[in-house]
């Protein structure tokens, strides 16, 4: 099989689960990691036939891709801040509003008249959040915690990739206890878990499907019990005039606001994401 009727075969075989245009970007990408040429160099060598072994490695891709499975988890590999990540079902999928966070924290420390010298990462999963800001911010010490030991080898193999000199430290966050030992910082930054689990019908399939639970549900009913424990831990951690940076829903941006607020923050500020969502929220800490 050559290149050209292999890729039109699998975009025609996504074409029924995905419309066209998905189809024909997920085709390019497998055939990209694949062939190990961009769509112009397929095109020029069109007629160079796939070795069975890759053609053997399309049909498992194939298989997987129709049963919803994430192309990123497919090819284990994911784009963040224009660096490649690799990432299994350990980890969440990198997304393009959380690289819209890195900026405004890196935006923040360019500006800000308080140092941001040293920064916690809450929940690592891939690592690709404190991995980013290490290679924007070179003299930052940056720290980064998860409780799940498989995600945090994912984050440290990514560091070493990426040659990012980043702290790793396993913590469950939501336990007063563990938290009260991270270090102190003048940044905080978290991507959590905000969805309760009677919400898992709302989510897209393949998210559902694949995605970490614990990455995305949080633990009981509450979907603010990261934010609690986050302002917990900023009254204490936090240096003063510390910034405190995390994602949330949409759904959730009011009562995040007013949470911090609750707890003494001030300056409390919601960013609307590239798509007009209230999706991200900075406060300081000013005791």
């Keep these: 099989m050559t290149l050209h009727d292999a890729e039109e075969q699998l975009r025609s075989k996504l074409s029924i689960i995905y419309d066209a245009r998905e189809a024909a970007t997920i085709a390019d990408w497998v055939m990209e990691q694949l062939s190990g040429w961009q769509k112009i160099d397929r095109l020029i060598n069109k007629t160079i036939l796939l070795s069975e072994q890759k053609?053997?490695?399309?049909?498992?891709?194939?298989?997987?891709?129709?049963?919803?499975?994430?192309?990123?988890?497919?090819?284990?590999?994911?784009?963040?801040s224009g660096m490649r990540f690799y990432v299994d079902?350990?980890?969440?999928?990198?997304?393009?509003?959380?690289?819209?966070?890195?900026?405004?924290?890196?935006?923040?420390?360019?500006?800000?008249?308080?140092?941001?010298?040293?920064?916690?990462?809450?929940?690592?999963?891939?690592?690709?959040?404190?991995?980013?800001?290490?290679?924007?911010l070179p003299e930052t010490k940056i720290y980064s915690c998860d409780v799940s030991d498989k995600a945090l080898v994912v984050a440290h193999g990514n560091a070493v990739s990426h040659r990012a000199s980043v702290e790793f430290i396993k913590a469950d966050f939501l336990d007063p206890s563990q938290r009260a030992g991270l270090p102190q910082v003048d940044c905080i930054v978290s991507n959590p878990p905000y969805i309760p689990a009677h919400d898992i019908h709302s989510i897209?399939?393949?998210v559902a499907a694949y995605e970490p639970h614990l990455a995305l549900f949080v633990p009981g009913e509450d979907p603010l019990v990261f934010y609690r424990a986050m302002a917990d831990f900023g009254m204490k951690g936090l240096s003063p005039g510390g910034k405190l940076f995390a994602e949330l829903h949409e759904s959730y941006a009011t009562e995040v606001e007013k949470l911090f607020e609750a707890y003494g923050f001030s300056s409390v500020e919601l960013k609307k994401d590239m798509q007009g969502k209230e999706r991200m929220i900075k406060a300081t800490w000013l005791p």
């Design 55 to 80: 053609q053997t490695a399309l049909e498992q891709y194939t298989h997987e891709l129709l049963a919803h499975k994430p192309v990123q988890y497919v090819l284990h590999e994911a784009w963040f």
């Design 89 to 136: 079902e350990n980890v969440l999928i990198p997304r393009p509003e959380t690289e819209e966070l890195v900026e405004w924290i890196i935006g923040t420390a360019g500006q800000s008249a308080t140092k941001i010298s040293r920064i916690l990462d809450i929940g690592t999963g891939s690592g690709c959040i404190p991995i980013a800001l290490k290679k924007k």
């Design 204 to 206: 897209a399939r393949n």
